[in-house]
């Protein structure tokens, strides 16, 4: 397997503009999270999906943000309109739903906001 | 509020010496605890983990150790290795609960000078 794979890899857009990332899991992982890097907060989880269903969502900082997951390979997160302190690396990762095992990452996608 | 603490932000380590990170937890539900390596410019790769059931666990050079009753756990890096610079993150995960999300800390950055 290619392991979980992110597009674009940099994004870089106007402040006010509509921004999407994506998000390819592993196959036959049934649960897919989406962090933010910052140096202040380290890998915060925005939200996690299971088997396609938003779990949990208390992460995702603002109205802005929202996530999808429309089928088991495929999940974005857009931010609309999206700010300055929007910029950031962004990660997915992606993982079996059984106790004992770990979340596989993207490469991430680094996100800046002039 | 944080529940993963690193409260290294950096350690810096002669070539050959041991680096010990450590990581504090503050939900007594977690129940499986992991270390994940991040080189710049690529996404976090699984080092170690460790159940609750144990106190330690060892995998080569990495050994990571568990005090439940501290809500601690640290990773030993013997000897340690130019190679092994990178930042470091401790993840929690609560799986007994049923919430198979992984918390992540702020992350150490370790230096091991040659």
């Known amino acids: 397997d290619a392991g979980v794979i992110q597009s674009p890899r940099h994004e870089v857009t106007e402040m006010g503009q509509e921004v999407t990332l994506r998000c390819k899991p592993i196959?036959?992982?049934?649960?897919l999270f989406w962090y933010r890097q910052t140096m202040m907060r380290g890998l915060e989880l925005l939200i996690y999906f299971n088997n396609n269903v938003p779990i949990d969502d208390s992460g995702m900082p603002e109205d802005r943000f929202s996530a999808k997951m429309p089928n088991a390979s495929f999940s974005t997160l857009k931010i609309q309109p999206s700010e300055p302190r929007d910029s950031a690396v962004y990660f997915c990762?992606?993982?079996?739903?059984?106790?004992?095992?770990?979340?596989?990452f993207g490469q991430g996608t680094r996100l800046t906001v002039v | 509020d944080q529940q993963v603490k690193q409260n290294s932000p950096s350690l810096s380590v002669q070539e050959g010496r041991i680096s010990i990170l450590n990581c504090d937890y503050t939900n007594s539900m977690f129940d499986y605890f992991l270390w994940y390596k991040k080189y710049p410019a690529e996404g976090p790769t699984f080092l170690i983990s460790i159940s609750s059931i144990k106190d330690k666990n060892e995998d080569g050079r990495f050994t990571v150790f568990l005090n439940k009753s501290a809500k601690h756990l640290s990773l030993h890096i013997v000897p340690s290795q130019p190679g092994d610079s990178a930042v470091y993150f401790c993840?929690?995960?609560?799986?007994?609960?049923?919430?198979?999300?992984?918390?992540f800390g702020t992350g150490t950055r370790l230096k091991v000078l040659a």
């Open positions: 990762a992606s993982s079996l739903r059984v106790s004992g095992t770990e979340a596989f």
């Open positions: 196959s036959g992982h049934n649960s």
């Open positions: 993840a929690a995960s609560g799986t007994t609960s049923g919430t198979y999300k992984y918390i």
